[in-house]
Nanobody, 123 residues
Framework: VQLQASGGGLVQAGGSSNLSCTAS???????MGWFRQAPGKERKFVAG????????YYADSVTGRFTISRDNTKNTVYLQMSSLKPEDTALYYC??????????????????WGRGTLVTVSS
């Protein structure tokens, strides 16, 4: 199983950036989540999407600015980020959860993780 995240990079405050995460060796029967870890801080939940893509959940800090989506035909989950702020700077990780929806924001419940992709927002 491999989760390969891409996208990110350097963006100015107020700008936008898009991340994608493609899964290989994994069925679409997983809840997918995005987490982020800022320098010197713990990894935190950002957004999650259910298996069908019909239900989404966001951390308060990104609600209204970030959008999670998935394309099951491509085994890919996306994170569209807009109105970016310097405090959004972090390593962003995608992860797969083979469990019930109520655990979507619980880091320890996730089964598979991709390597982080860095998003840096300059002020």
């Amino acid at each position: 199983v491999q989760l390969q995240a891409s996208g990110g990079g350097l963006v100015q405050a107020g700008g936008s950036s898009n991340l994608s995460c493609t899964a290989s060796g994994l069925s679409n029967n997983y809840i997918m989540g995005w987490f982020r870890q800022a320098p010197g801080k713990e990894r935190k939940f950002v957004a999650g999407i259910d298996r069908s893509g019909g239900v989404r959940y966001y951390a308060d800090s990104v609600t209204g600015r970030f959008t999670i989506s998935r394309d099951n035909t491509k085994n890919t989950v996306y994170l569209q980020m807009s109105s970016l702020k310097p405090e959004d700077t972090a390593l962003y990780y995608c992860a797969a959860l083979d469990n019930v929806w109520r655990w979507v924001r619980v880091l320890s419940k996730y089964d598979y993780w991709g390597r982080g992709t860095l998003v840096t927002v300059s002020s």
